[in-house]
């Protein structure tokens, strides 16, 4: 097992040159308001977190700082759509179920997780045995790569409540494989906002040159529209997060 924790642990230690450049550096277009944008789909962001403050009460009982982790997904909120989600999930859910992440890999929920990023997570959960310092709240997860594993993985994020634990799960992993905290939470949340969107398993140059790009789009297909992921992610945080 102690073999096992360094192997894994190992790029968990690492902070370079690159992570403090993007923690120093800013974006191009923090002065966009993307309420005005977005309009509606951004209002109805907004009450739906109103309307669901156990949200931010779950993240926050796991020792997660609630207002970083909900900058994190707004974009997510703003995409999302009950409709789009009924549409398009449950042909996708046969296929994952049956044959797995190369077959169909797809956004479940308000979060807009994916199989494969759950799986990340889980895989990560167990190796790192993280959960012992998550205020005793512990979970295990079956890695078993067979139908009965991926329907459990499915109806886990399915459920709200479940995505809310994977979003802690999440700032946990990031926070103990970049040794973040040192910075103000507004230095950290453009790269956080990158990682989750880009992928945290990736190395941080590679997180850093997403963070850079604007790919985010609120429609079912990509159209000429696009903006930046971590830019919105910050442009809340300062509207409804800073004190």
Not at 44 to 65: H, R
Request: with cysteine; proline share 2%; net charge positive.
């Amino acid at each position: 097992m102690k073999k096992i924790l360094t192997y894994i642990l190992k790029p968990f230690s690492k902070i370079n040159i690159v992570l403090l450049l993007i923690l120093a550096s800013s974006c191009s277009d923090k002065g966009k308001e993307f309420k005005a944008v977005f309009g509606q789909k951004y209002i109805d962001a907004e009450k739906y977190l109103e309307n669901n403050k156990w949200i931010k009460d779950t993240i926050a009982s796991y020792g997660v700082n609630p207002d970083l982790a909900i900058s994190v997904i707004f974009p997510e909120l703003i995409r999302y759509s009950a409709i789009k989600d009924l549409v398009e999930t449950h042909s996708l859910e046969v296929l994952y179920t049956q044959y797995g992440s190369k077959y169909a890999d797809f956004s479940i929920g308000r979060f807009q997780m994916k199989p494969s990023f759950a799986v990340h997570l889980e895989n990560d959960w167990n190796l790192l045995s993280l959960n012992l310092h998550f205020k005793g709240k512990t979970e295990s997860f079956n890695l078993s790569d067979n139908p009965q594993s991926r329907m459990q993985r499915i109806m886990r994020l399915k459920d709200e409540k479940w995505q809310a634990k994977y979003l802690a799960m999440f700032f946990t992993l990031v926070y103990a494989k970049y040794k973040m905290g040192l910075n103000s939470p507004e230095q950290e949340l453009s790269f956080i906002a990158s990682a989750y969107n880009t992928g945290y398993w990736y190395d941080s140059a590679t997180i850093e040159r997403m963070r850079k790009q604007n790919y985010f789009y609120t429609g079912l297909i990509k159209g000429n529209e696009v903006y930046n992921y971590s830019e919105i992610s910050e442009y809340y945080y300062k509207k409804n997060c800073r004190k």
